[in-house]
């Protein structure tokens, strides 16, 4: 697997909420080479502090050679990258790590949480192009607040997708957890993607393991150098030993590993 | 600024021990994997030297996560010394190594003398090895856990079994976590030790206060990055002026100009660690940029800058 270094310039800054920020890069062979699933290693800046890189799910490509992260601010890192205006420059390193199964056997449903949602959407569309494009799929999208939630429920619709969400408030779709939606929809699918929370992955891997379906999920650990270096991101594997989330993953299959974290 | 020199016309060749190195820029153990990690990033042919993940006879899984922690210019890690243990290195990880030209340190560890022992001489009969690196920062397991590389006594010991089972260049890698770095460097010195390196990490800790817990799942960690640069410096300096053999400078190194300081102080070559991570291509910028600075100073070789220090 060959992952590039890459100067990318921003061309599009979103604000999709005050918090949520959806960035639009110039990466061509970052880009080219990208599968859904995946994830870069984002500069925050020249200085040294914040030090490290932080790692983004790749959200969107296009066939500009751009491509999308869509975060929120919770700390230093993300808090710089939110202020940066289009034509500022932000070192990359990807594509990372190993991405979606894209053969799901049959139906499958995605279902994101928060900034979960990120890498479904690069899912969503790489579908559009396989065999496995028929409509009205279900993607199940949760968030605190509707704000957060509406533009990416449309986005998804475009692309031919059957939305349901849910909110902690209930400002938009059904009030409670995104994992609820879950039950009706396990008899017809094959296979699920996931990616969320924790306690939100676990639920949903432990109602796959009941009702005996697929379920890929996608993991976020704290990481170095996402180059599989510096043996820093590492997650308890079903039979003993650890999962390096940057280079067995993020995604994995639910049960390689455990969830009693 | 110009454009960087890349006329490799400049000598830029220094000796350690029986080692010869093409430039004196290295990579850290454990910030660098096994070397194949940073292949599609950077060109391994133009490396002093790589050094490899710190190895043991049996494979180690390492400690519970959170493992690594950001801090101010620098991290925190809690590794536990995860690694694939001697065998599985040389039969899965060194091979791939050995196309390239750049010299292999393999970099060991242990919890007893024994295991340096057994370690060296297993390594001695591995072709493609130019020499072993002792990270001497690992707990003593005979001696109620305390580091063999707080004790003179405990570090010779182990540098002494290590040269008896090996024709190969032993670095000795010292810990600054004691408080006479020049005793410890002199008595691995006196045990047979071809060089010492250092620093390795400085121990640290860093607290949650939404949870009153320790960040790290292992609540201490070794600090590395920018942060250490200053002690590191210090304590290169002192050691180089406290022993014969050469010094190889470690600790917070990204830039040429932190190399230029190590060189200064005395250190014979550098390992780039924590740099490695946020900025995979510091070691090829820096050979770029130690060449040029040569070049510039028409200097003879790198080697004017070693120990150049005006005081
Ligand atoms: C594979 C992967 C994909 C990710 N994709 C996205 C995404 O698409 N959108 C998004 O909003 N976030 C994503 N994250 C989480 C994102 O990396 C963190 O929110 C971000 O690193 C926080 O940085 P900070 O400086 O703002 O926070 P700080 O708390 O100041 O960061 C301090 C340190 O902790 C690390 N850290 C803090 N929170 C996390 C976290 N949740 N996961 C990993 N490291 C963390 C930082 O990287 C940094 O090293 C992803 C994480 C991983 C591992
Ligand atoms: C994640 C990580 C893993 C490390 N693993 C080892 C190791 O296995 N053996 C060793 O001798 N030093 C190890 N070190 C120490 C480094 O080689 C180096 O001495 C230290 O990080 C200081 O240099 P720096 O500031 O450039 O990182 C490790 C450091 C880090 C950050
Ligand atoms: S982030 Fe460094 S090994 Fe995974």
């Known amino acids: 697997m060959t992952e590039f270094q890459e100067k990318s310039t921003i061309t599009l800054r979103e604000t999709l909420t005050p918090e949520v920020i959806r960035l639009t890069l110039k990466a061509p062979k970052i880009a080219a080479a990208a599968k859904p699933g995946q994830f870069v290693m984002a500069r925050t800046g020249e200085g040294l502090d914040p030090l490290l890189r932080r790692p983004f799910s790749i959200h969107r490509v296009h066939s500009d050679g751009t491509l999308a992260i869509l975060f929120k601010i919770i700390g230093k890192g993300t808090r710089l990258m939110a202020e940066m205006n289009p034509g500022t420059a932000l070192s990359l390193i990807g594509p990372l790590g190993k991405g979606f199964n894209l053969d799901p056997q049959g139906p499958f449903c995605m279902i994101g949480g928060g900034m979960g949602i990120a890498p479904l959407y690069f899912l969503a569309q790489t579908f559009r192009q396989s065999e496995y494009r028929e409509n009205n799929q279900p993607v199940l999208l949760g968030s605190q607040t509707q704000a957060e939630l509406l533009l990416l429920a449309e986005e998804f619709s475009e692309l031919g997708y059957s939305v349901l969400t849910a909110t902690d408030d209930g400002t938009l779709g059904h009030q409670g957890f995104v994992t609820e939606l879950l039950d009706e929809i396990l008899r017809k699918i094959k296979q699920v993607y996931v990616c969320g929370p924790i306690p939100m992955m676990r639920t949903v891997a432990l109602k796959c393991r009941d009702a005996g379906i697929a379920c890929q999920v996608s993991l976020e650990t704290h990481m170095a150098c996402g180059l599989g270096a510096c043996l820093g991101c590492t997650f308890p594997a079903t039979g003993g030993g650890y999962k390096h989330v940057c280079k067995d993953g993020p995604v994995l299959s639910a049960d390689e590993v455990i969830w009693t974290l | ?311």
């Open chain 2, 1 to 311: 600024m110009d454009p960087i020199n890349t006329n490799h016309s400049v000598d830029m060749r220094v000796t350690i021990g029986d080692l010869q190195l093409g430039n004196p820029v290295m990579t850290a153990s454990g910030t660098f994997g096994y070397g194949r990690e940073f292949a599609s990033l950077v060109d391994l042919n133009r490396l002093g030297a790589i050094i490899v993940k710190g190895i043991s006879q049996e494979p180690r899984p390492g400690n519970p996560p959170p493992r690594i922690i950001e801090t101010a210019c620098g991290m925190l890690n809690a590794i536990g010394l995860e690694n694939v243990g001697v065998e599985r290195f040389i039969t899965d990880k060194l091979p791939y190594l050995q196309q390239f030209d750049t010299p292999v340190i393999v970099n060991v560890l242990g919890e007893s003398i024994d295991d340096y022992a057994n370690l060296a001489a297993r390594l001695e009969r591995v072709e493609g090895i130019a020499a072993v690196e002792v990270n001497i920062s690992c707990p003593n397991v005979r001696k109620g856990g305390v580091a063999f590389g707080t004790d003179a006594t405990m570090a010779a010991a182990v540098t002494s079994a290590v040269r008896q089972q090996t024709r190969l260049p032993v670095i000795v890698k010292l810990s600054p976590n004691v408080t006479d770095v020049c005793a410890i460097a002199r008595a691995v010195e006196d045990a047979g030790a071809d060089a010492v390196s250092l620093i390795n990490t400085l121990l640290g800790m860093s607290i949650d206060i939404k949870t009153r817990k320790p960040r790290l799942a292992n609540v201490v960690g070794g600090l590395s990055g920018p942060a250490i640069k200053p002690v590191a410096l210090r304590m290169v300096w002192q050691t180089a002026k406290a022993v014969a053999i050469p010094v190889i400078g470690i600790g917070g190194i990204g830039t040429t100009e932190d190399a230029l300081e190590f060189l200064m102080a005395g250190a014979t070559a550098v390992q780039v660690g924590t740099a490695n991570f946020y900025h995979p291509t510091s070691v090829m910028d820096i050979v770029d940029g130690l060449e040029q600075y040569v070049h510039e100073q028409g200097m003879a070789s790198v080697r004017a800058v070693i120990n150049s220090l005006q005081v």
